[in-house]
């Protein structure tokens, strides 16, 4: 089926270099860029783009937990806090700082069941568990571990919509008000 995903260059793959290769690799599989542009985010779109929502803070905070636990790392001593909505909402305060520090790329790929497909190029959320085959494992060996220590979410490279709802809300939010 035909569709259309949103896809976010993030600060760390403007600032190392990494569009030109990371777009190839979606050329090269056969999407089509639709729209693209080159912008630093408000925090108010970011707010907007990662909404507030529990069961997103739960599940950040549990990638954390279950991290720091595969590495035999006490979770308390850096966050402060074992409770995943804790950890979540403090997480989402480093993300929203992050992703409003420099350009980003943004960009709407088509092509067939691109909700799905794209994200699977994108691999898991911690590169550090990415298969390396994926966009995240093959130019990031980053882990939440070694993050959250340095006060910052994981530098993953890429955002892709997760699911076909929430691209259509994310392409109306990024690209919404311009009639292309
Ligand atoms: P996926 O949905 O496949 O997990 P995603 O990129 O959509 O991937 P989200 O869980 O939606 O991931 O989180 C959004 C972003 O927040 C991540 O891409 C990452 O930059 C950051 N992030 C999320 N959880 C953590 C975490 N536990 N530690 C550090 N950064 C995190
Ligand atoms: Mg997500």
């Given at each position: 089926m035909l569709e259309r995903t949103l896809v976010i260059l993030k600060p760390d793959a403007v600032q190392r270099k990494l569009c030109g290769k990371i777009i190839s690799i979606f050329e090269d599989a056969g999407f089509n860029i639709v729209k693209a542009k080159l912008l630093t985010p408000s925090k108010d779109l970011v707010e907007r783009h990662y909404p507030n929502n529990n069961n997103w803070f739960i599940g950040a905070g549990?990638?954390?937990?279950?991290?720091?636990?595969?590495?035999?790392?006490?979770?308390?001593?850096?966050?402060?806090?074992?409770?995943?909505l804790e950890i979540g909402k403090t997480i989402k305060?480093?993300?929203?700082?992050?992703?409003?520090?420099g350009p980003v790329m943004a960009m709407v790929l088509e092509g067939n069941n691109a909700v799905k497909n794209v994200r699977k190029m994108c691999g898991n959320t911690i590169p550090s568990n990415a298969d390396p085959?994926?966009?995240?494992?093959?130019?990031?060996?980053?882990?939440s571990d070694v993050a959250?220590?340095?006060?910052?979410?994981?530098?993953?490279?890429?955002?892709?919509?997760?699911?076909?709802?929430?691209?259509?809300?994310?392409?109306?939010?990024?690209?919404?008000?311009?009639?292309?």
């Open positions: 549990n990638k954390s937990i279950s991290n720091f636990k595969e590495q035999g790392l006490d979770i308390k001593e850096v966050m402060g806090s074992e409770d995943p305060k480093w993300l929203v700082e992050y992703m409003t520090s085959s994926t966009i995240r494992g093959r130019f990031s060996i980053d882990s959250n220590a340095e006060h910052r979410p994981v530098s993953n490279l890429i955002h892709a919509s997760g699911e076909v709802d929430e691209a259509n809300y994310e392409i109306s939010l990024w690209f919404g008000s311009e009639n292309v």
